[in-house]
């Protein structure tokens, strides 16, 4: 069984972040190992509180990590400040695991801050050029593009953009976009491929980001090649979204188990 990492916060609603990847790993047949950069006070409705986990104890994950296990691969997602995106910066040329996928979390659907305005440019300048993909949504296509995103092609022009930092690849999720389905694009080796699925009405869609971005991961991790990780990951997280569990009295969570049958 292939061993994935990932690098993000914790939610302690479960929707996302840590908590998402774990399942997500899990459920596409990854053995799912974790480094906590920060603890959130989160549920359905809102982000509260959060609070960043000392830098030596991070790296201290870190080194325990890939000390012991053989990482195939390699997801961060919360990575709020400055230091904190440096040292996994730091920990990863150090390790240099076959693939990293960096999921650029900035804010939440409650409009929290999740990536402080200094740690941007230490993100595009330091660990984005380490990325073998890197997976914003929209909004964080915007801030990194610097752009107005309303239309596909507004996308692709962003993430030809987003390239010139460094990474090897950029998938521009649609899910924001005004359009009838759900569509990623992916900016690849000078070429576009699109990722198309159904546009699901639910208001459950927290932690897709992240559930979408560690369902790569674990594909890249189990030796498919790009295309194959994200379309593969395609299926899964519109699988998710489609059976995505009504709890929380706001945004609930995607189904990551949606294959097995749920107890009644």
Not at 12 to 26: E, F, H, L, M, V
Not at 43 to 53: C, G, I, M, Q, R
Not at 60 to 65: P, S
Not at 79 to 84: A, E, F, K, T, V
């Amino acid at each position: 069984m292939k061993q994935i990492l990932t690098i993000a916060g914790s939610d302690s609603g479960g929707g996302a972040g840590i908590q998402a990847d774990i399942k997500a790993i899990s459920a596409n047949g990854g053995f799912a190992m974790s480094a906590i950069t920060s603890v959130t006070a989160q549920n359905s409705v809102a982000v509260t509180e959060a609070f960043d986990l000392p830098i030596s104890l991070i790296e201290a994950q870190l080194d325990a990590v890939f000390t012991d296990f053989d990482v195939a691969s390699v997801k961060t997602g919360m990575l709020s400040s400055s230091d904190i995106v440096k040292t996994v910066t730091r920990k990863l040329q150090e390790y240099t695991p076959n693939s990293i996928v960096v999921d650029p979390v900035m804010i939440s659907k409650s409009k929290f801050s999740l990536l402080k305005e200094e740690a941007i440019n230490s993100l595009k300048q330091e660990l984005i050029p380490l990325a073998t993909l890197i997976t914003p949504n929209i909004h964080e296509a915007e801030l990194l593009a610097q752009q107005e995103i309303q239309t596909v092609e507004d996308a692709k022009k962003a993430a030809k953009s987003i390239a010139e930092l460094g990474c090897k690849a950029v998938l521009v999720k649609g899910g924001h976009l005004e359009n009838e389905k759900a569509t990623d694009v992916l900016y690849y080796e000078g070429d576009w491929s699109f990722f198309e699925s159904v546009w699901v009405e639910t208001r459950n869609t927290h932690g897709t980001g992240c559930t979408y971005s560690a369902a790569i991961a674990t594909n890249l991790g189990q030796g498919k090649n790009l295309i194959d990780a994200i379309q593969t990951a395609k299926e899964y997280i519109t699988g998710a979204i489609q059976n995505a569990l009504d709890i929380g009295n706001g945004h609930g969570p995607t189904n990551h188990f949606y294959k097995m049958k749920s107890s009644k």
